[in-house]
């Protein structure tokens, strides 16, 4: 089945020069020869290549719309993310994203935690516009939330509500949403 929402995902490395097929990029190749979810996967190692990157899907690909949620994984500790050594604070990130995603779900890999608080989300999502921001409360070198990952974008094809599509993440994968504390800010 072809989905007609896109997953758009931007992850952290450190060095782009340095050609790696990482564990993200084959889940999203294989969720894409089992589901038909396509995907645009990207590699940033500064703010200025994340930025570029998200100016790109922006401005350049017309099929902006229809990428509902784009996906980040990037390292970093309590509200902020990593690259190049350097950390960003969400409120950063949020000024960078600034009005672009409207009615996009900004989701972060459990490379880095989410823990928000009800004013830090509010923020967030008033000044990116987008719809939600999810994500894990536990972060883990060992266990990747790339196969939970998978069935949250599989699940948000299928549904526009947030809530529900939190629901039957819980209700199919119960376990793994606990022990990853999965979140999700709407």
Known sequence: MDYDKFIFCLEAVPDIETE????????LEKLALQTGIDSIYKTCDTIEGLEESLNVLLYEDHNFKNYEIIYLIMPGEGNTICLNNYYY???????????????KILHFANA???DLSEEEAQYFL?????KAVSGYGITSRKATSSQLDNVFFSLCQDED??????EALHEKYYAACKVLDFRLYY
């Open 161 to 166: 509500d947030v809530v529900e599509i939190v």
């Open 112 to 114: 880095k935690p989410l």
């Open 20 to 27: 790696t097929t990482t564990e993200v990029f084959k889940s």
């Open 126 to 130: 008033d000044i990116t516009g987008a």
């Open 89 to 103: 604070s969400l409120e950063e990130i949020a000024e960078i994203f600034e009005g672009r995603m409207k009615g």
